[in-house]
């Protein structure tokens, strides 16, 4: 099945869900389908059931900062009565997410891979995604790094716990804002000492 | 999902141990939280992290070029098939295109680590299971051999640091082929001999068979892939199913197991062997002359198109997947490694439940973890 | 005792040594590693111990699992932070004399990991380390140097006098404390007492 069979597949079986199709610029070809995250379980669960995509080979969370967009504009403002067009630069804030990417292949028909991918809100208090443990059990360990080295919260995980870090560890080392703590050996700090 | 849940009452009575990081038939620096009534298994949480270093975010510090020696870090065992995944990925991702000689060394050397990779598997299984080093002594002789090959084609025994993208580094001599088709040659006679002590040996039957069974339907929803798969009974080799390299062009078969326990990931090692050699000799009789890399390859400064790409290929422990998101830089952007190891431990408490404390090291050994790989 | 005066007394079957020299031969030629494998190094440390290049050889036949009988340890592989607190309490609970071998680029200063944020930059800042092998993984021949030159280092240790080893000095400590995990990484980060910062002492 193509991706846009899928997508239809998706929206026509479960009302209210989005799937956008997000097109791949390499020459690799593997479109994804994002799925709106409040439908992300039962989206999993037909894909696993209706079309047979029993094995869920990989769970990656990938970090979108917040970015900002500095754009020129050109406005018409009145000065001293007389109408002038100005430049003006206004600086947008584009808002970052937290993404997590699943690939699927079905071991009984040997097709693959399915690319399917839910966002977050943002990356600092909505980071909760559903978790889809309950449909691939290989979701189980690969959902916990995610939250341990980025910080997306799975709904409904069995056990979400930090798994690479130890448990009192209060950072998310693999976002791209993640600082790691001076060490003595850093010339830096000795030369401010 | 089996659990085996106690009584309440007898809750109290549970022994708690924790086995590792520090333990002799670990495979690694592997932590196992056991809870015991007695000498069964009542739950078992396996702990790991503890030889986590960071390998992804090196590699999206790094330029594309400079993350391949950290590939063969990861199954340190396996460093040959780590470097094809990586390239594969990387070579989905730009659109490069392989010579046909350098597909077949790719081959070659990918089967050969398969070779001295389920020998190694076989030797360390017996040595948790009491047989004191022997087998293992055996197995190390012949992986010295490879070991040997490796070292006179890349330049280092391990960490061979070999293929690139569009093709491998350096280009193997016809006395290198020789050599390599002695081996191939004296190998299954090497592979008799480690069947007859080991194959129809009544304590290793006794403390196999039937033991650690992994169901169909789990293994498939649990994502375990490799020899633990095929040993469930189901019929997912990539070679076949993905084609990747000129693997079409070989005839050889993929076994598969009926019970799905510890005996079964045994032989399927062993028979795996038998069909690698099978693999190695029409790959050594066909090998054709010509060009080792992509002449469009260019390794430094490889920038990508923004883009992202998923490659996989079957290594010895199962399927090792990289994940590759590019921006356009010279980094990558996202850079993941789906480990099998990692994953085929999910199933490791499942399998475990209801043996007792001895079976659950024979159980350990039969998934072959190796820990670079599960922690990166 | 003269070197040439020593031969020939043993050419007429007298053998003549000190005390010293007993000890230390008897000492040097039975020491018991501990299986401690860590990570790519282990497999080499492994392939030293197997047929081809026999580490028995050398008295190191008997690895120990155990650390209270084990007189040598061999860090071999990187030590990650969540790893360091067990390997220091491993090196506490093994018995005086003890030895460290730091295998590989990762044990002696974090090697090609060294900019991971949960990879320990080098054993010695926890522990004392006895021998350094480079290399990544250092080949089973250079373990095997290592190893003898551990031996050397054992021959020429003193019985007494101020030069004589940590284990015969009462109030040199014999057990380091053990680093505890913290929200962002060890607390303490080194024990100062025993590792001596390069750059530190470049900068004077």
Redesign the interface.
Known sequence: MTLEEIRGRLQGDIPGCQAELVV?????A?NSLLIDRQYGLEAARLLRDGLQL?????V?A?DWPDQDKTEKIKTKQTIDGVEKEIEETRKTKIPGYLEV?Y?LFS?AN?EG?V?MRMRTANRTDDVTLPSLTPV???????EREAFDLYGVVFKGHPDLR??????????H??RKD?V??P???D?EI?RER | MTQVAPPEAQQDNLMEISMGPQHPSTHGVFRMDVRLDGERVMRLKPVFGYLHRNHEKIAEAASYLAAIPYTDRLDYLCSMTNNWGYALAVEKLTGLTVPERAEYIRVIVAELTRLQNHAGMVGFLLQDMGASGTPLMYAFRERERVLDLFESLSGARMMCNYMRFGGVRVDCSAEWLGQTAKLVAGFNGFLDEFEQLLTGNEILMARTQGVGVLPRELAINAGITGPGLRASGVNYDLRKVDRYGVYDRFQFRVPLGEHGDVFDRYMMRVLEMRESLKILEQALRDIPAGPIMDPKARLRGLRPKAGEAYGRIESPKGELGFYLISDGSPNPYRYRVRPPSLINLTVLEDMCLGHNIADVVVILGSIDIVMGEVDR | MDQDLKTELSKHGIFATSFEELYNWGRKNSVWPLTFGLACCAIEMIATTMARYDLARFGAEVFRPSPRQADLMIVSGTVTKKMAPQVVRLYNQMPEPKYVIAMGACAISGGPFRDGYNVLKGIDRFIPVDVHIPGCPPRPEALIHAFMALQDKISGQHLTGESRPRHLKQELPSEFPVPEFGEHGLEPAQNDEIFHNPLKVLQG
């Open positions: 791949n610029g390499s020459p690799s593997q029993d094995f869920c080979s990989n990656t990938v990417v690939h071991m040997k891979p690319v691939w059990r290989s979701a189980e360990f690969q930090r798994i690479l870090m130890w448990e009192g560890f209060t950072d080392p693999m993640y790691p703590p060490d003595d050996d010339l000795l």
